[in-house]
Each structure stands twice: as structure tokens, then as C-alpha cells.
């Protein structure tokens, strides 16, 4: 919300020598966020006046229209005679009065102004566009400005050029800020002075010879307001107050009715439409959209209607989206002259609607058409409903001001009954939150400040004014009373925290497993848990998986990926991908975090009250009805994993530095992880690893598919794995580390012959079933094939380490182990001791 600081203080008598700053310092304070203070006009100097055009000589032999022009500016010159001045603009004549600024005047740039030779004539001034002076964009041609103004006046004073403009960006919460009316009921409470509310005027009541309205869904419209105004002057234009302060705010003066609905919506908030009466066929009426309707909007546009869209119509149809944007088909028609008589034709009825619409159904409406617009911006937020009729009367009182019209006396006003809320809250409550001493009477005043009525004494019942839908519970008047009083005088103080009992075993496992990456060489990440179905496609996943089973966000950030996601390899994917991009070519990257799975029966979670702690009974609801949130741990991998320099050729990263990533968080678990291959998109069907703990598997690890590689557009041979965390460590157990023996280790090699299709895991496993209390460590060290293997068969070489904790074993103790080991493996995978 753009306000200018001159518009302010007519409602608010702001001292003398406040500048924009001061009250942006003021409004800061009190809530409000002032995120620049235009400085308008400080960089023109004049003289820069009104003038009259004389003549105008049109020079030919040039590749654009130069007119030769003699201009009357009075004695601003001073000499009194005609100045003259070469200009490129066609749009004014003769007798038209312009602005005019004059040798030794300063334009914004800064362009310094003199007299010069041009088009072999002298130019001495210039005659001024919109933007020239910094008043808009508009440069289709110079200012012509209305006849009753004498040649010399000053101006920079007639057009307001010189002001200040603070722009504030209003939260969802503070709608009413979207006016004049709301940040100066604002600067006034900041500054403790009165306020002069431009909704306070005497409006007649409703009556029943108003125009016809019928509303058929009070639920999306509970108040609709209409008045008519005849005998509109067609040709009468927005004064230059008018058309300024509209540009100040950010608005582009279009014509006089349009002007006058925008400046009464920023003035009181409410947004207001006028409609060209001759062209409204029967009652006005309020519904939703039928299948198949359409609407051409004011834009052009032929829009395609939702069932859920708010429409308003007469007998041919729809012919506005409510609280978006009117229909082209009553719009009010522009002024036309006839070049023979001179008479000037147009609207001369028009009929103005200040309605109040329920603010999701216009802020859908204007999100599903892809429409964002003044109104709509405001509705969303809530507009106030008690302003409808004062909005009304404003914008007729300035018809029939500016243009000449008529009001005539009969007033539409439907309106759905509002009950009254009334909030119960504890006199000293502000005291207690804020910790600073108000009192009752503070507390009372500054409620009242922002329109509260309230009464009572250690209690006090709170009813807020119709336009803060937003203060529902107590703490919501709480804050209004501390933010008044300033944040700056809440006092500083330390909590008293209690006794802690440290962090539990889960967030120590947690960090053990964030260490333990990070010492082996990964870099950790945290990426954004939103997901959409480009990244289940692009990893490759069936229609059927269980991954596309997502939780929906209700308004996303972005529509593209409007779920949480159920896998941390996308957004991981994803940083991979933009380092890559980025020249970073040798990456190990890693994040923890949560996944969302919805449950099979989704439950509402219910509204717990702020005033207390939740029961144990609301909260079990309330977790009762969040989806499943286990913690995960995912890393990727691309390039090369130990560096190439002057010490040789380095190693690339591949599938086993990825299941490697896997044993380092199952050894900070404490836990054995076993490893047998497996086909589990994303992964490569031959280079997939499903990764356990006891029989349960936990995750998986591996070389990515190509074709996700190439969907991604990661590099070749990218690895990666994800592993389930709360899986492997199970909440309470406390891990500890290996027994050191002061003994020495007897190591031990032993080599297998087992058919092609056992897995190493199972091979594994039973070696270290049979090498029994004695067996430190097992490591696979060798996988040969060929023909000494024999054909279909494969040779395991493993290294066997045995420890006592209490002696130094025997050969014969170590040798016993070995065979135990090799024996229980011949029983289970058929192995045959190589040699053998």
C-alpha cells in the first residue's frame, strides 16, 4: 500500500515538521512494515508553470511530427510576451492550457533546461509529458490540463509534484491497512492524536425503491449495497487531485467513474464497481456460476466459469466475477464527440455496487482465473463489512460533485445478519504475557484505539470492530496492546528454564550419524520438502508405488510441487544437480530429515486452544490425525571419490561407495547391516543393493538408473542411497563402543567356492554364525570368476579376525573358529573350502 503523506494528514493532524521517515519510524513501531519512503519531486526546480497555447506552426521536411509553438506563461518569463518553443506532441491545439517549465528549471534525471536552436528555430522550454515530471509512465503526450487555470500559476503546487510517499507491506492479517482509513487509524493511535474517519458520513437508509438486487447466496455475499446516480456529465474529467493522489498510490487514471470507484478503495478500503445502468438489463443478481457459463472480463478476456465462481448477473447473464473484476458488457462506455456538433456522448446513469463477498471464494476465484486485482487483493484479506454503505455514499457524493450528477433517493442495502463476537480477557492478561506493568487503563485505551468496544473492569469484555475479523481470542488483543505500547518497552529478561535432561538417544543418534558423514567426506545439504509428480516420473517410479501416496498441501508455494514428499532422493537429486551445474563435478553430498506418509484414513486435526496446555487427549487427536514422519538419511554421489593429483590417478565414485555411506550410519547405530542385491527404483537393476537389519530391510543403495540419470540430467554412473533411521535404531537403546582387548588379534583367510547365484550376504552370515564369540571382524576382501572357479561358480575370499578379551588365543583356538566358520557355511550355501 502506497500512501502518500499529504493524503495522510487530512485525516490525521500529523505535526508540522513530520517528515516520511518520522512516521515510518512511528508506524514501524506500532506493528507495520514501511519498506521505503519515496521521496517525490525533490529533484525538480522551476520555474515550471501553467501555460496557453497561442499557435502552433507544423514543420515539415523532418522524419517526425516538430511543431513551432508560441505559449502565453504569463509573467513567469519576465517580460510578459510569448515564449517560444519547439515540441515533438500532437495531442493538444490551440487555447489549450499545458505545462510548461522554463530556461534555468531542472527536470527529474536531472535534465538541466535552457534555451537552444532546433529544427532552425529557438526552443526556449519545453512542454512537459506525465513522465517527464516523474507522475507516471504515461509519455503518449504532453499534459493538457483544464481551461479554468491562468497562465503562470506555479505548477509544481498545482499538480503536487513535491510529496512523500511511504509504501507498507501489509501482512494477510492486517487487511485494513489496504486504505487510508486503516494506516490512519494507525498513525493516529502511534501518535496518540484524533482520528477523522472518511467512513463517517451520514448515509440515508435502505429503502424500497432502490435498484432491484437479488442475492442467492448470502453465504458468498452477506452484503450488497447499490445507489444510482443520473445526469453524468460524460465529458466531465477527474480533477488533478483526483488523478495525483491515484498516481501516488500506484493507480494509472483511466476516466472519471473508474477514478473515483479506485480512489474511494483506497480512501475507505472498500472496493467498489460501477455499471452503465442502460446497459444492466433487470435486477442485479448475486450467484454462483452454472456449468459451462462464460464471461468476457474488462481485460477482453472470455473466461470459462467454475461452478464455485461468485458471479454477478442481470436477465442476459453473467456480467461480473464478484469482488474480481466486472463484465466488458456493462462497463461505462467512453466519451465520444461528434466532430460536426460538438456534443459529447456516454454513460450518463450509473449504477455503483460496494458489496462484501467471503474472502476464500474471491481469492480462489481470482488464483483459478489467474486474475489478481485491487479488489481481489483486498477481499482476500477482509474488507470492512460496515463500510459497504459509507463506500456508496462517498462515491455518489462524488459524482455528483465532479461530473453534476443526480442521486436519486432510493438505497439498495441486503444484508445477512452478523452475530457479534465478544472476547472475555482478563484485565492484567497483557501485564502477565508481556511482563510489563500497563494496567487496566492502558490496556482499555489502546483496545479502543483500534476500535474495540469494551467494558467491564477486572474483566473486561472486548467486542472488536467489524473490520478486524482478525482478533478472535484474547492473545490476539494482547498483541494489539503490546505493539501499540511499543515491543521496544517489553522488557528484556532471561526465562527461567528448567533442569534439562540433555538430548535424548534419538538426537544423539541422529548427530552420530551427521558426524560420521561428515568425517568420511560428505557434505551435508537441506532441501526443500516439497515434491511434485515431475519428480516421481523423473525417478523412474510405477504408477502404483507407494511413493506417489502423498500428503497435499492446501495452499503451496508452488503449484508445480504442491505434496511433501515421501523420499529425500528429489530434493537431493536436485542440489546435486545445480552443483554440477555450477562447475562442481566431485560431490558427496548427504541430508537427514523427514518424510510425510499419509495414513490410510486421514483424520482433521482439531483447533487447540492457546489460553492453556493441551490435554493429553488433544494432543493424542492431534497426532492422531498428522500424517507418518519417520527420519531418513540419503546421500549422492558423481566424480571422483579420492582426488587424481601428482600421487596418481584417482578412484571414481561408484555403487559401493554408496553402501559403504550405509555401514557408516549402521556402525553409528551400533548395528549389523546386511547387504544383498535387489531391483527398487530409482536404482540400476544390476547395481541395487537392498539394505537390512535383521530381517527387515531398512533402505537401499546403489548406481541410479540411466534413464532417471538422464531424466534428472545428472551425471553418468551417479550413486545414492537412502536409509530408513528410525528403522535402524530403535528409540531408548544406548550404543556403545566395541571392548578393547589388551591382546593380540589371529587373523585368519579363508576362500569359497559357491555357485554364481548365492549372495555374499548369506555367505557372510553364516561364517559369522559359525566363527562364534571369538570373531572380531569379517571382511570380504576378493570376488573371483573364471575357469579355475569353474563354469557357474564364484570364489568369496574373506578375512577372518579372532580376539579374546581375557588371553591370547591358541593357533589351534583360531584354526577351530576358522573351520567352524567354513563348516556352517558349507551347510547353509553349499561352499566348498577352495583347494579342497
Known amino acids: 500500500m502506497r500512501v502518500p503523506l499529504s493524503w495522510l494528514r487530512e485525516y490525521v493532524d500529523l505535526p508540522a515538521g513530520e517528515t516520511g521517515r518520522d512516521v515510518a519510524a512511528r508506524l514501524v513501531r506500532a506493528g507495520l512494515e514501511v519498506e521505503t519512503v519515496e521521496q517525490l519531486g525533490t529533484d525538480i526546480k522551476g520555474p515550471l508553470v501553467v501555460g496557453e497555447v497561442l499557435s502552433i506552426d507544423e514543420l515539415s521536411g523532418f522524419k517526425k511530427p516538430i511543431r513551432h509553438c508560441f505559449v502565453n506563461v504569463g509573467n513567469a518569463n519576465g517580460t510578459g510576451e510569448p515564449q517560444e518553443i519547439v515540441c515533438g506532441a500532437t495531442n493538444f491545439q490551440v487555447g489549450d492550457k499545458v505545462v510548461v517549465i522554463l530556461p534555468g528549471g531542472v527536470l527529474p534525471g536531472p535534465f538541466p533546461i535552457s534555451a537552444r536552436q532546433t529544427y532552425g528555430h529557438t526552443s526556449a522550454g519545453m512542454i512537459c509529458s506525465a513522465r517527464e515530471l516523474g507522475m507516471g509512465d504515461d509519455h503518449n503526450g504532453i499534459i493538457v490540463l483544464p481551461p479554468e487555470y491562468e497562465p503562470g500559476t506555479d505548477a509544481i503546487e498545482l499538480l503536487q509534484l513535491v510529496d512523500e510517499v511511504l509504501d507498507i507491506a501489509v501482512t494477510p492479517d492486517r487487511g485494513y491497512c489496504l486504505s487510508m482509513r486503516g494506516v490512519a487509524r494507525e498513525a493516529a493511535a502511534a501518535y496518540g492524536l484524533p482520528l477523522a474517519d472518511p467512513a463517517l458520513l451520514d448515509v440515508p437508509p435502505a429503502n424500497s425503491y432502490g435498484y ?38 500506484g493507480i494509472r487514471p483511466i476516466s472519471l467513474a473508474v477514478d473515483i470507484t479506485n480512489y474511494v478503495m483506497l480512501e475507505v478500503g472498500q ?69 460536426e456538433t460538438g456534443v459529447v456522448t456516454g454513460t450518463t446513469e450509473i449504477i455503483v455496487e460496494a458489496a462484501h463477498f467471503e474472502p476464500v471464494a474471491i481469492a480462489r476465484a481470482a488464483k483459478r482465473h489467474k486474475l489478481p486485482s485491487e479488489a481481489s487483493k483486498r477481499f482476500e484479506r477482509g474488507v470492512d463489512p460496515e463500510a459497504a454503505r459509507a463506500a456508496a455514499q462517498r462515491a455518489v457524493d462524488l459524482l455528483v460533485l465532479i461530473a453534476g450528477g443526480t442521486a436519486e433517493a432510493g438505497v439498495t442495502d441486503i444484508a445477512a445478519p452478523h452475530p457479534v463476537r465478544t472476547i472475555s480477557i482478563d484485565a492484567d492478561l497483557p501485564d502477565r504475557v508481556a511482563g510489563a506493568e500497563y494496567g487496566r487503563e492502558t490496556v482499555t485505551r489502546r483496545l479502543q484505539e483500534v476500535g474495540c468496544t469494551v467494558v467491564g473492569a477486572d474483566v473486561l469484555e472486548v467486542t472488536p470492530p467489524s473490520w478486524r475479523p482478525d482478533l478472535t481470542d484474547p492473545y490476539d488483543l494482547v498483541e494489539e496492546v503490546v505493539r501499540l505500547e511499543g515491543y521496544d518497552n517489553v522488557p528484556a ?108 484414513e486421514p483424520k482433521v486435526a482439531p483447533r487447540l486452544p492457546v489460553d492453556r496446555r493441551p490435554t493429553e487427549e488433544q494432543l493424542a487427536e492431534l497426532n492422531a490425525a498428522l500424517p507418518e514422519q519417520p527420519r531418513r538419511v540419503a546421500v549422492a554421489l558423481t566424480g571422483e571419490r579420492l582426488p587424481s593429483g601428482w600421487w596418481g590417478k584417482g578412484a571414481p565414485s561408484g555403487w559401493a561407495d554408496a553402501i559403504e555411506a550405509a555401514r557408516t550410519v549402521a556402525a553409528a547405530a551400533g548395528v549389523e547391516l546386511t547387504v544383498r542385491q535387489a531391483q527398487y527404483a530409482p536404482w540400476h537393476p544390476g547395481r541395487c543393493a537392498e539394505l537390512l537389519v535383521g530381517d527387515e530391510v531398512v533402505g537401499h543403495a546403489g548406481e541410479l538408473h540411466p534413464r532417471v540419470i538422464k531424466a534428472m540430467h545428472l551425471p553418468e554412473r551417479t550413486s ?11 528409540d531408548g537403546r544406548r550404543v556403545s563402543g566395541p571392548p578393547v582387548s589388551a591382546y593380540p588379534v589371529a587373523t585368519q583367510d579363508v576362500a569359497l567356492i559357491v555357485d554364481a547365484g548365492v549372495h555374499a550376504a548369506d555367505v557372510e552370515s553364516a561364517l559369522r554364525e559359525g566363527a562364534g564369540e571369538l570373531l572380531e571382524s569379517l571382511r570380504l576382501f576378493d570376488v573371483f570368476t573364471g575357469e579355475q572357479a569353474g563354469e557357474g561358480k564364484k570364489s568369496l575370499a574373506y578375512t577372518l579376525r579372532f580376539r579374546a578379551t581375557d588371553r591370547t588365543l591358541t593357533a589351534d583356538e583360531a584354526s577351530a573358529a576358522r573351520e567352524s566358520a567354513v563348516a556352517v557355511a558349507a551347510e547353509r550355501t553349499g561352499a566348498v573350502l577352495r583347494g579342497a
Open 493 to 600: 529478561r532471561m526465562p527461567t528454564t528448567p533442569p534439562g535432561r540433555g538430548l535424548s538417544e534419538a538426537q544423539r543418534f541422529h548427530r552420530r550419524v551427521g558426524v560420521a558423514l561428515a568425517g568420511a567426506g560428505y557434505v551435508e545439504i537441506n532441501a526443500y520438502p516439497f515434491v511434485g509428480e515431475a519428480a516421481f516420473d523423473g525417478l523412474g517410479l510405477d504408477a502404483d508405488d507407494a511413493r506417489r501416496r502423498v500428503v497435499k498441501l492446501v495452499n503451496p508455494l508452488n503449484d508445480a510441487e504442491p505434496a511433501l514428499r515421501t523420499t529425500l532422493l528429489p530434493g537431493l537429486l536436485g542440489a546435486l544437480r545445480r552443483n554440477v551445474g555450477r562447475g562442481n563435478t566431485d560431490l558427496a553430498l548427504f541430508e537427514t530429515g523427514t518424510v510425510f506418509l499419509p495414513k490410510a
Open 271 to 339: 472496493p467498489l464497481h460501477a455499471y452503465d445502468r442502460e446497459r444492466v438489463d433487470g435486477p442485479i443478481q448475486v450467484r454462483r456460476a452454472a456449468e459451462g457459463e462464460t464471461l468476457t472480463t474488462l481485460d477482453g478476456v472470455k473466461r470459462k466459469l467454475s461452478v464455485e465462481d461468485l458471479l454477478i448477473c442481470d436477465n442476459t447473464g453473467p456480467i461480473g466475477l464478484a469482488g474480481v473484476m466486472g463484465g466488458a458488457t456493462t462497463e461505462i462506455l467512453d466519451p465520444v464527440t461528434d466532430p
Open 720 to 730: 545414492a542411497m537412502e536409509l530408513d533411521l528410525d528403522l535402524v535404531f530403535e
Open 212 to 249: 432491484l438486487v437479488k442475492v442467492a447466496d448470502p453465504v458468498g455475499c452477506d452484503r450488497f449495497v447499490a445507489r444510482t446516480v443520473t445526469g453524468v456529465n460524460p465529458a466531465a474529467q477527474s480533477p488533478i487531485w483526483l488523478q495525483r493522489r491515484l498516481q501516488k498510490s
